[in-house]
């Protein structure tokens, strides 16, 4: 029988090296000011001193939670000014952007009041060009918006999702059969983002993005395909807290859609 391929992780792009170069300079600056060491962070962030020095170093490609994490320790205000290319930097400052629309109800007392919700009203989700692979993986930097889909608000409440939470990506491959199928939007809550037995989850791993299934066995969280033989990086399930590999949660998938 033929052993499966082993596992490659993907090389670093010169946006992540030159990410890790600001990082490791701002460290220099800042982390003796503030009484941080490498292993002061990693027990701060719940990883390990070789994690720390890897993303510090260049090793390892520094992704959205890590650069919040060493931003938020080191006193970085603006995360940018380390990583601008990040997606999910995009992502927010496309929510920002977004303003509310203003009410058509009449000022009472010079206050506006909002106008009641209608319950037959749609909610535009953002939808994303961007693939959440099933198989081989997805590199963030496609990111691209593409579209909104419309879901109907009071659907949205009965779930307990705010709009603002919600994205859509497209499913490839065929890891995650019959679940989810190659092409299938996935909507996710970028809320809720704590393990939960059983469910599916957006994940990201080594700057990769997939939709994995979530485990949790004698209170260590794992990640794995529903089709294992659909893809050989996914034929064993995948620890969350890998210190070489780690996998952050993005997102738990809500509502799948597709055509029969």
């Not at 700057?207 to 050989?232: A, Q, T, W």
Request: charged share 30%.
């Amino acid at each position: 029988m033929a052993m499966p391929k082993p596992t490659k992780k993907a090389p670093l792009t010169p946006a992540d090296l030159a990410a890790a170069k600001r990082l490791k300079a701002a460290w220099e600056a800042r982390a003796r000011d503030r009484g941080l060491t490498q292993q002061i962070m990693a027990t701060r962030i719940g990883r390990t001193q070789g994690l720390v020095s890897n993303y510090l170093n260049g090793v390892i490609a520094l992704n959205y939670k890590a650069l919040m994490q060493f931003c938020a320790a080191l006193g970085i205000d603006d995360p940018t000014t380390i990583r601008s290319d990040l997606p999910e930097l995009k992502l927010a400052k496309r929510v920002a952007s977004l303003k509310p629309a203003p009410s058509e109800s009449a000022p009472i007392g010079g206050v506006r009041e909002p106008t009641p919700p209608r319950y037959d009203d749609w909610r535009d989700v953002l939808a994303y060009a961007q693939s959440a692979s099933l198989g081989d993986g997805a590199l963030p930097e496609e990111y691209a918006e593409s579209h909104r889909l419309k879901f109907r608000a009071a659907s949205l409440r009965r779930q307990g999702l705010r709009v603002d939470d919600l994205r859509v990506f497209y499913g490839r491959g065929d890891s995650m059969l019959p679940r989810v199928r190659d092409g299938d939007a996935v909507l996710f809550n970028t809320a809720q983002t704590t393990p939960e037995d059983g469910a599916l989850f957006v994940i990201e791993r080594d700057g990769e993005l997939y939709v994995k299934r979530c485990d949790i066995i004698d209170r260590i969280v794992y990640f794995r395909s529903d089709n294992p033989d659909g893809d050989h990086q996914w034929k064993k399930p995948r620890r969350m807290e890998d210190p070489a590999h780690p996998i952050d949660i993005l997102g738990r998938v809500r509502w799948i859609g597709s055509w029969e």
